[in-house]
């Protein structure tokens, strides 16, 4: 079972680089999310999405922006990478948005802007 | 989001009981009480919740106080691999406008001696 899949695991960056970051359910869930973690902090919420086309910020969005054109792909995009968005990046998804259902995580992406 | 509050850390001594206490004094009626832990290197996995009464599932149980102003998650024999930060997060059993996310805190560092 594959469950949510990020790429990559690990990236560095140079600043003013932009990249993104992958992630993909195969679990056919609607709701998905973008979180960060910095170091001994809990995660954060980027962005989320409650199905396909639909979109809206979280927490820390600046600097981020997000796309869902499918079910299973939320792609999570950086512009101008700044120091301050060294970080580990986790994607995660539910089924429903009520508090019966689990969150599933992936593994996270390990990104360092230098 | 209702706060919760959890030590910063504990130890224990494999295959002994550990419980793991939170404190959520400004829990509403509508609130789940959501476990999730994080091992080293890895994104969080849903652990157990429960509304009011104690629950159990093959990881772990949750005793749930009468007055859901306190829980305790106990793993009934801890392993090395239990070694993890274990959030305790409030969840309103319909989503609302929170869509599902989850807001985490600094959670507690379990260590498990051998």
């Known amino acids: 079972n594959a469950g949510v899949t990020q790429t990559p695991k690990f990236r560095i960056l140079k600043i003013g680089q932009s990249m993104t970051l992958q992630c993909t359910q195969d679990m056919n869930h609607n709701y998905m999310y973008w979180y960060r973690q910095d170091p001994g902090m809990g995660l954060k919420l980027i962005y989320y999405?409650?199905?396909?086309?639909?979109?809206d910020k979280g927490e820390v969005p600046n600097g981020y922006n997000v796309s869902r054109s499918t079910t299973e792909d939320f792609p999570l995009r950086l512009e101008l990478a700044a120091p301050s968005q060294t970080s580990v990046y986790f994607c995660a998804s539910t089924l429903r948005r009520d508090s019966n259902q689990p969150q599933h995580f992936g593994d996270g992406t390990r990104l360092s802007i230098l | 989001d209702a706060k919760t509050t959890q030590p910063n850390s504990m130890e224990s001594n494999e295959e002994e009981p550990v419980h793991l206490p939170c404190n959520h004094s400004t829990i509403s009626g509508t609130d789940y009480i959501h476990w999730y832990r994080q091992l080293p290197s890895q994104g969080p996995e849903y652990v157990i919740h429960?509304?009011?009464s104690n629950v159990n599932n093959r990881m772990a149980s949750l005793a749930i106080a009468e007055d859901r102003k306190s829980s305790t998650l106990i793993l009934h024999r801890a392993t090395l691999r239990d070694a993890a930060v274990y959030y305790c997060?409030?969840?309103?059993?319909?989503?609302?406008?929170?869509?599902?996310?989850?807001?985490f805190g600094q959670g507690t560092i379990l260590t498990v001696h051998p």
């Open positions: 999405s409650v199905g396909a086309g639909i979109t």
């Open positions: 997060i409030l969840r309103d059993y319909a989503g609302g406008t929170s869509y599902g996310k989850l807001t």
């Open positions: 429960g509304l009011t």
